[in-house]
């Protein structure tokens, strides 16, 4: 959204709103049940499948859900009730994801010091440049 517009920006961030403010589970970011999009369709038989694909993979990309999941021992369907274990494997899964989001990230964070250290030392030599031919 940007910061004027009340309105999302693209169409799968409206449904991940919407589904947010119908099912506690995705407002809690609780482990999701393995299928739960069908569900959904079920329940909100107009929503566009693609729109509901988009927002589900934002939805369960996000650090906050992979946090869930990997302290999660349970998944839950839409009503909050219990649907199936979190795996051994998803939770390592999910630990994995992070781990290299977060390594990728502190990455970039370090290239970008990087390069402003180095354009702060050419903004200098540049300065000392200029004073020594203004000096002349």
Known sequence: MSGSDSKPRYPHHAVLISLRSTFPVFQECRPLAIGIHKS???????????QLRLAMRMHTASARYLK????????????GSAAGAVTREQKQQALNTLRERFRKGAEQHKARVLA?????QRQEKLVKLAEKFNAQ
């Open 40 to 50: 959904v369709l079920e329940r909100i038989p107009g929503i566009n499948p693609q």
């Open 68 to 79: 869930a999941l990997t302290n999660g021992e349970m998944r839950f369907d839409l009503d």
């Open 116 to 120: 402003q250290q180095q354009e702060k």
